[in-house]
Antibody, heavy 121, light 107 residues
Framework: EVQLVESGGGLVKPGGSLRLSCAAS????????MNWVRQAPGKGLEWVSS????????YYADSVKGRFTISRDNAKNSLYLQMNSLRAEDTAVYYC??????????????WGQGTLVTVSS | AIQMTQSPSSLSASVGDRVTITCRAS??????LGWYQQKPGKAPKLLIY???SLQSGVPSRFSGSGSGTDFTLTISSLQPEDFATYYC?????????FGQGTKLEIK
């Protein structure tokens, strides 16, 4: 059974840092691209970042570029999001999601339960 | 960045109704679009990938269509468990972008 379990969320002051983790199990983690998606309270979904299976390709939303760093450790079946210079508008539930390649397209087929990050003084 | 315009933003319907939600991309995205369902307090769930392919385990009352810039999600006969918020997501290029969401409520 595929499982994605996020951790590391919490309350942090503006300008602070936080590192999120996503522990993967039930599939060959090193074969899949992974993503972070967030959702501010009462708002819609926002794609945050993506990393390819071997970490060769990394992409960020403009809203987090230069402040957030995605990484992975395939030996530990883990995905990470290092968040620096946090702002109030970064307050959200952060989901990790597996990106699967279908024959002609891609999609986020499994999601974790999310971890809440609150940026407030 | 590609903008995804989803409509309507909210929709009231009854059990048994047929409903359609649309997403329009600001430029062509081939069929690189997925539809996701989210219930309150839960993670999103993939319903449709590649614009029209049904994800394994998803009921056949859900269907998707479209290519290029215009896409639709149709629920043929609403069931009580379908009342949720639905999002489209373009996976054509980076940054990936979601539609604003459609909240489907019970009439």
């Amino acid at each position: 059974e595929v499982q994605l379990v996020e951790s590391g969320g919490g309350l942090v002051k503006p300008g602070g840092s936080l590192r999120l983790s996503c522990a993967a199990s039930g599939f060959t983690f090193s074969s899949y691209s992974m993503n972070w998606v967030r959702q501010a309270p009462g708002k819609g979904l926002e794609w945050v970042s993506s990393i390819s299976s071997s970490s060769s390709y990394i992409y960020y939303a403009d809203s987090v570029k230069g402040r957030f760093t995605i990484s992975r450790d395939n030996a530990k079946n883990s995905l990470y999001l290092q968040m620096n210079s946090l702002r109030a508008e970064d307050t959200a539930v952060y989901y990790c999601a597996r990106r699967r390649k279908y024959s002609s397209s891609w999609a986020l087929d499994y999601w974790g339960q999310g971890t809440l990050v609150t940026v407030s003084s | 960045a590609i903008q995804m315009t989803q409509s309507p933003s909210s929709l009231s319907a009854s059990v048994g109704d047929r409903v359609t939600i649309t997403c329009r991309a600001s430029q062509g995205i081939r069929n690189d679009l997925g539809w996701y369902q989210q219930k309150p307090g839960k993670a999103p769930k993939l319903l449709i990938y590649a614009a029209s392919s049904l994800q394994s385990g998803v009921p056949s009352r859900f269907s998707g269509s479209g290519s290029g810039t215009d896409f639709t999600l149709t629920i043929s006969s609403l069931q009580p468990e379908d009342f949720a918020t639905y999002y489209c997501l373009q996976d054509y290029n980076y940054p990936h972008t979601f539609g604003q969401g459609t909240k489907l409520e019970i009439k």
